[in-house]
């Protein structure tokens, strides 16, 4: 089954504490993006990958950092956690051509006390 | 700046009745445009696509969408409301920016009445 897996789906963690969100898809898409979600404020974008390494910036990309070492996999890496970035986190994938659009993954709702 | 603009942060419509949901967008040249479906717990789940052609466009779970060049708009319809269609519609833009950003509309919540 063509499928984006994030792990984990839930996550609580403290402030400062170092955490990866792991993302993998098996559908050989070229680009992968990683999204925050926010009441009231849709979809931003933290990272992109156009391929393997190659990363690049999105709308909110502070306090995070992504690699590309695979084509299938694109973890997300939150190095100092802080409570602003409290969220639900979505991993998505799709053809370097964007017609096809995005699948999605099931998502990760992180929280940080 | 290019955004894309759902109007309507929730609506409530009875079972059984018609729905549009509307999508307006702001960019120079015509974009590739999605609508996206996430239901509660879940990721977001592509209904329908446009990117040339017919711009009444047939997608999945009985959804359609039709392209309006003039009002920049990219409105979705149902005729018939399910009670299992209650959840979160996203309205999406791809822009060509070297790489095809995808600009997010902020959602509209689909609530549905017995």
């Known amino acids: 089954e063509a499928q984006v897996t994030q792990n984990p789906r839930y996550l609580i963690t403290v402030t400062g504490k170092k955490l990866t969100v792991t993302c993998s898809q098996n559908?050989?898409?070229?680009?992968m993006s990683w999204y925050r979600q926010d009441p009231g404020l849709g979809l931003r974008q933290i990272y992109y990958s156009m391929n393997v390494e190659v990363t690049d910036k999105g709308d909110v990309p502070e306090g995070y950092k992504v690699s590309r070492k695979e084509k299938r996999n694109f973890p997300l890496i939150l190095e100092s956690p802080s409570p602003n970035q409290t969220s639900l986190y979505f991993c998505?994938?799709?053809?370097?051509?964007?017609?096809?659009?995005?699948?999605f993954g099931s998502g990760t709702r992180l929280t940080v006390v | 700046a290019q955004s894309v603009t759902q109007p309507d942060i929730h609506i409530t419509v009875s079972e059984g009745a018609s729905l549009e949901l509307r999508c307006n967008y702001s960019y120079g040249a015509t974009p590739y445009l999605f609508w996206y479906v996430q239901s509660p717990g879940q990721g977001l789940q592509l209904l329908l696509k446009?990117?040339?052609?017919?711009?009444l466009v047939q997608g999945i779970k009985g959804f359609e969408a039709e392209f309006k060049r003039s009002q920049s708009s990219f409105n979705l319809r149902k005729p018939s409301v399910h009670w299992s269609d209650a959840a979160e519609y996203f309205c999406?833009?791809?822009?060509?920016?070297?790489?095809?950003?995808?600009?997010f509309g902020a959602g509209t919540r689909l609530f549905v009445k017995a």
């Open positions: 446009y990117f040339s052609g017919d711009t």
């Open positions: 998505a994938s799709r053809f370097i051509g964007a017609e096809g659009g995005y699948t």
């Open positions: 999406a833009v791809a822009i060509n920016t070297g790489g095809f950003k995808t600009i």
């Open positions: 559908m050989n898409h070229e680009y």
